[in-house]
């Protein structure tokens, strides 16, 4: 094991440059062996025993190529939910009283290893969500880091806290687990944040029931693998696939269950909260809700902003990964003086964006998830031209076997559009005209929302002014929105974008802890 003097300090996993021929050629032989292993077959795992599911099996397909099974994994029922939650309450008690570097020497070993394997993990994800290349890489970096992150935060709160001196009195304040744990991750970003949360819950002395998502179990199935091999304990960490309805209810609504993990959108989040609020027969506590639950999120680019680096932030921004991201831009705001010179240099970027499989190097942007996904950005798109906005780049269905569907900009977008107020999850962004930076804030502000956000400006004066009056938790100043880095950019959003839960900070993993303050009377 590790000594607190032996690990160094934090510092993100550089991704990798596939420019250079030989990481191009390790990432395409991952891509080639981890094909070759399909479909991953994936199990329950209740109290350290791998399990078939009480209600059958499901796979996962390639979005890109929906003839390919990517995963098959085991379904759970509301029996082995239970069992899961009782398995993880009963291994509680001897995990919690471990000490904070035993714990965190977990995920330090994790992490090596994953870093060994980084190309490989990325590579399931190109296949079963539909990641480029660069996009899968950065998925894996970021579980990486908040591998390293939280190990080393949960050794800064085990050690002595400051506390006031005070006469005749010995004080102190210690933080303990709460207990049971369910973490509800995404499939947008199946590792990391699956990672995350997980780990962030474990290395504090918690124990998990994890129930991934239904269109990522192959790399969640991974993920489980990798804490196998590290020597995780049974019971401690319980993988519960299945369906929401049934598996995901039963386990927040359960009174052992003390806190829940949960990324997705605004409408399941809500659900998961107001069940969470019930206090059950034999429950104790409140449960706590760690939630994120999406954004529609604003590039506003004002009268003195540097045009020519907002086209390139905002194509990344609202088309990288289909704009299958929370923090996607997906509303773009232009002060009227910029406004054509922008769309002259922005439509022909967006007409020139290389769409494909995510497994080709040269591809930027893939297939979205599922149809349903499609056919939700679609009928957003029909809304959109119903409502008189200005279609002006793609709105169509893209060629190939898979989910395609291709960048789609709409001009003359007003606050009260369809496609200005729901977020699609989708490459569809909106475009609206303002007169003034007191008329761009409104706009950006105009939302349910509030998770990133970013704003181009030479003025420094009314930069310091959009620290203040533009609401959301991630505010970029002349940068693009997307690309939060794990201990640089601390990650959550107000309103109905989440609890702000800060994920990748350093109040992140007081979330999963409660203070005990100890008092011994001096002689």
């Known amino acids: 094991m590790q000594t607190v ?8 996993e ?32 209740i109290n ?28 759970a029922n509301r029996e082995d939910a239970l069992r899961a939650i009782a398995g993880a309450h009963k291994a509680f008690g001897e995990w919690s009283r471990r000490s904070a570097e035993e714990r965190a020497e977990y995920l330090f070993k994790a992490a090596r290893i994953m870093r060994l394997r980084k190309h490989e993990f990325s590579a399931q994800m190109v296949y079963e969500v539909g990641k480029t290349w660069a996009e899968a890489d950065g998925d894996t970096a970021e579980a990486i880091d908040f591998l390293e992150f939280y190990a080393r935060e949960a050794l800064r709160y085990a050690r002595k806290q400051p506390i006031t001196p005070y006469a005749g009195e010995d004080n102190e304040l210690v933080y303990i687990p709460l207990g049971v744990g369910v973490v ?40 489980l693998e990798l804490m196998k091999e590290v020597g995780l304990p049974a019971g401690v960490l319980q993988f ?19 806190f829940i993990s949960f990324t997705g959108s605004a409408e399941v989040g809500k659900g ?36 020519d680096k ?26 009227e003086k910029i406004h054509d010179e922008f769309m002259e240099k922005f439509l022909p970027l967006v007409e020139a964006t290389v769409v494909g499989h995510p497994a080709d190097k040269n591809t930027f942007l893939a297939a979205m998830i599922n149809d349903k996904a499609r056919q939700g950005a679609l009928a957003g798109i029909e809304a959109a031209k119903k409502e008189g906005n200005n279609l002006v780049a793609g709105g169509e269905v893209a060629e190939g076997e898979g989910f395609y569907l291709q960048p789609t900009v709409f001009t003359g977008v007003g606050r009260n559009d369809t496609i200005w107020k729901e977020e699609l999850f989708a490459p569809v962004l909106a475009v609206h005209k303002v007169s003034s930076y007191e008329e761009g804030v409104e706009a950006a502000n105009d939302t349910d929302f509030g998770l990133t956000g970013a704003y181009f400006s030479s003025d420094d004066s009314k930069l310091e002014s959009a620290k203040r009056d533009l609401h959301c938790g991630n505010l970029y100043l002349n940068r693009k929105c997307t690309g939060a880095l794990v201990g640089v950019h601390p990650f959550g959003g107000f ?4 609890t702000d839960s800060k994920a990748g900070g350093r109040d992140y993993l007081l979330l999963f802890l409660q203070a005990k303050s100890i008092t011994r009377a001096i002689k």
Not at 15 to 23: G, H, K, L, M, V
Request: hydrophobic share 40%; proline share 6%; charged share 20%.
């Open 310 to 335: 907002a086209v390139l932030g905002t194509h990344s921004a609202a088309f990288g990964y289909q704009g299958q991201k929370c923090s996607a831009c997906s509303r773009l705001i232009l002060h």
């Open 5 to 12: 003097t032996d690990i160094t300090p934090f510092v993100n």
């Open 272 to 307: 998961v909260y107001e069940k969470a609020g019930k206090t059950g027969e034999g429950q104790l506590w409140l449960k706590r809700v760690v939630a994120e639950m999406g954004g529609k999120d604003f590039i506003f680019v004002d009268e003195d902003g540097d045009v």
């Open 495 to 498: 309103n109905l974008s989440g």
């Open 184 to 223: 509800i991750p995404p499939w947008n970003f199946p590792l990391a944040i699956l990672a995350g949360m997980t780990t962030a819950a474990l290395v504090t002395g918690n124990t998990v029931v994890l129930k991934p998502a239904s269109d990522s179990p192959g790399i969640a199935t991974m993920f």
């Open 14 to 45: 550089p991704f990798t440059d596939f420019s250079d021929p030989e990481n191009a050629t390790a990432f395409q032989a991952a891509l080639d062996k981890i094909q070759a292993g399909f479909p991953v077959v994936g199990r329950l795992w």
């Open 240 to 258: 519960c696939p299945g369906a929401g309805a049934e598996v995901g209810n039963t386990l927040v609504e359960h009174p052992l269950t003390r």
């Open 48 to 75: 350290g025993e791998d399990c078939e599911g009480g209600a059958g099996t499901f796979e996962s397909t390639d979005p890109s190529q929906t003839s390919r099974v990517v995963a098959n994994c085991a379904k």
